[in-house]
């Protein structure tokens, strides 16, 4: 690894093969189910950080990366179901997708499928039982990230981009061709990260990969790169073979998008 690399922080401490800890955002306005769903996680060794409603989750994830939400659909100020539809409206210019699993009431009748419409990926009902919580973070944690759709368009939304540029030629033509410069070590240090079953050193390069390709608004690439991160996190080496092809094969189309800029631009130099 280089210099660069032996500063980082590593995102989980278990060993291959072991179960993985994970960072879990629990919303939930009631203090004895607070204590009760935190003693639970905790017991088994994840870390939860507590919001009250859904405005506290949504400063939270501004503040903070986490593996899961766990969220109350009844809650004061803004309720599970709100933050949902924002947090979903928010990723639609991301391309992540963060698993959350409602906490429900029996009482109320149709909970569950007004948390599945809001785009909720599962739930629970209350009260909350650990093997059923238990049970339902082990699935949530096996749930693939969503693959890119191959019917939205351009491999790079070239407006976006210019316009995270200003529209300034100069500026666009130089962040190409840095790109462009570095395209094989990009996927060349991933491959390499895959052949040495380095989960850690994989999660980075996936990770800074999915930074540059936002920054172009390669959109379908990007959602490919984050899911190879999100198996390194979980240390789902076995499959990351067919996420690496899937990766090249999106990165092909993003290269000649961007070759097409620096013949645009060639009188900006």
């Known amino acids: 690894m280089t210099q660069e690399d032996s500063t980082l922080t590593p995102v989980f401490e278990a060993s291959p093969g072991a179960e993985t800890k994970l960072h879990i955002l629990l919303a939930e306005d009631n203090l004895i189910n607070q204590h009760m769903t935190r003693a639970t996680l905790t017991k088994r060794g994840h870390t939860v950080i507590i919001a009250a409603n859904g405005i506290e989750v949504l400063e939270a994830l501004t503040k903070d990366n986490f593996n899961l939400i766990l969220m109350d659909v009844q809650m004061p100020d803004m309720d599970g179901i709100q933050a ?22 029996h009482a109320l009748k149709g909970d569950s499928d007004k948390c599945l419409a809001a785009g909720m990926d599962d739930y629970l009902t209350k ?84 930074g540059v390709l936002t920054n ?23 499959d990351a073979e067919s996420v690496y092809s899937a990766l090249e094969e999106q990165m092909a189309r993003v290269k000649p998008c961007l070759e097409a800029i620096i013949t645009a631009t060639a009188g900006h130099c």
């Not at 928010?90 to 429900?104: C, P, S, V, W």
């Not at 368009?153 to 033509?173: A, H, T, W």
């Not at 172009?216 to 076995?238: M, P, Q, T, V, Y």
């Open 127 to 210: 009260p909350i039982r650990p093997n059923e919580l238990l049970q339902s973070i082990e699935n949530a944690r096996s749930y693939p990230i969503p693959e890119p759709d191959a019917a939205q368009g351009e491999p790079v939304d070239l407006r976006e981009f210019e316009n995270r540029c200003s529209g300034d030629p100069k500026l666009i033509r130089q962040l190409v061709l840095l790109f462009l410069g570095n395209y094989h070590k990009y996927l060349a240090d991933i491959r390499e990260a895959i052949n040495r079953r380095d989960p850690r050193d994989l999660e980075y390069r996936a990770h800074f990969l999915k």
């Open 84 to 105: 949902t539809a924002a947090i979903r409206e928010m990723e639609k210019q991301t391309g992540e997708h963060i698993r959350i699993i409602a906490l429900t009431a």
């Open 216 to 238: 172009f608004s390669a959109r379908s690439a990007r959602i490919i790169a984050a899911r190879l991160e999100e198996l390194a996190k979980d240390e789902k080496l076995n």
